[in-house]
Every structure is written in C-alpha cells, then in structure tokens.
C-alpha cells in the first residue's frame, strides 16, 4: 500500500532527484503550468473568471471588456513566460547543456512565448473591434428603408457597413413617410438616430 507521505509531485513528472537550477526550472515550469491552465479553464467557463477575482481579490473586471483582455494578457502573459523559462530551461540541463546556456535557452523560450501571446491577443482585440462602426462614418451611405419612416416618427433602415447589413433607426430629413423597400441616402445623425433622405 502506498504512503501518502511518499508521494512527490517532483516524482511524478521525472525531477525526483532534481538538484540546484533544475529545481528553479521545474517550479517554474509546473507553477507557471498549472495556473496557465487553471486561467484557461475559467475562461472557457465564461463569467466565473469574473467572480472569481471580484470575490477573492476585490477587483472588478469585465471579462469581455479591452481593459481585461489587457489584464488578462499580462496575466497569460506572465504564466507563458514561467512556462517556458522552466520547461526550455530543463531540456537544456537534461541535453547536457552548461548553466549559462540552460538559463539563456529559458529566457529566450519565455520571452518568444510572452510576445507570441501579446500578438496573439492583440489579433483577438482587433477581431473583437473590426465590426464596430461609428454612427458618424454612415453619412453618404445608401440602403434601403426596413420598417416604415412616419413623417414624424423613427423607422429603420438596412445599410451595409464593413461588409454586412446593418439596420439603423432613422427620420426622414422632410419629415415626410418613407414607405418600406425605398432607397435612401444617410444625409446626417442625431444622436444614435440616422437622418436620411428619399434617392
């Protein structure tokens, strides 16, 4: 039967009789590891990455915001640099390579890995930003009218925008109806309503 008291981690995973630098590359290969994928798997989970650093630590994130994809960059960031540090580090020392070596192989893994994951989740901010459009930028666009303008009332209207139908609501500019399947011009904005006029 086997002790709880015999079982190592380090065994485990093969640094059983680990000595000096490989002990610093192991820890940061398994601590950097873990919370890597611990990290992973509260965002996969959605919301609870949120309430987790609300409960435990006092600070409010929004995880689908820009500002916590910067915190989470860091964080992943950090993680991805320990990882590879650690885990670069020991295939050196386990190839026989020297110390000086083992530690310059690590950092140049762990800094490779943190600026791969900097681009990696800048593309992801870009991808997250890209379908966004400013009400301004639709002045001089041409669509079509979807929901009835009333003379005096709000409708709406399919303009394309990037590349995809977006619908709007708008006023007509004479404050005269414009009935549905017209063409019209965006000619000006008021607020978050378009102003538009019959082509």
């Known amino acids: 039967m086997v002790d709880i008291n015999d079982f190592n981690l380090f065994d485990l995973v093969g640094l059983g009789d ?8 192991g820890i940061s290969a398994l601590l ?19 309430g987790v650093f609300e409960g435990l630590f006092g600070i409010e994130i929004d995880v689908m915001s820009s500002d916590a994809s910067f915190k989470a960059l860091t964080f992943q960031g950090v993680m991805a640099f320990m990882m590879f540090f ?3 580090g020991l295939w050196v020392l386990k190839s026989d390579g020297t110390d000086p070596v083992a530690v310059a192989a690590g950092g140049i893994a ?3 890995s943190m600026y791969g994951t900097a681009k990696l989740f800048e593309l992801f901010i870009a991808m997250q930003s890209s379908g966004n459009v ?4 639709t002045v001089g666009s ?3 009218v979807y929901l009835v ?3 005096e009332g709000v409708g709406q209207v399919q303009i394309e925008t990037n590349g995809s139908l977006s619908t709007y609501n708008a006023r007509s500019e004479d404050q005269q109806e414009i009935g549905t399947g017209r ?3 965006v000619v000006g904005t008021m607020g978050e309503v378009l102003l538009v006029k019959r082509i």
């Open 110 to 112: 762990g800094t490779a």
């Open 18 to 25: 680990a000595t000096g630098l490989e002990w610093i590359f």
């Open 32 to 50: 950097g590891g873990i919370l890597f994928l611990l990290w992973f798997i509260l965002m996969l989970v959605g919301g609870v990455a949120e």
């Open 183 to 185: 063409l019209i011009e």
């Open 142 to 144: 041409k669509g079509q």
């Open 86 to 88: 650690g885990l670069a």
């Open 134 to 137: 400013e009400i301004g930028d």
């Open 149 to 151: 303008i009333p003379h």
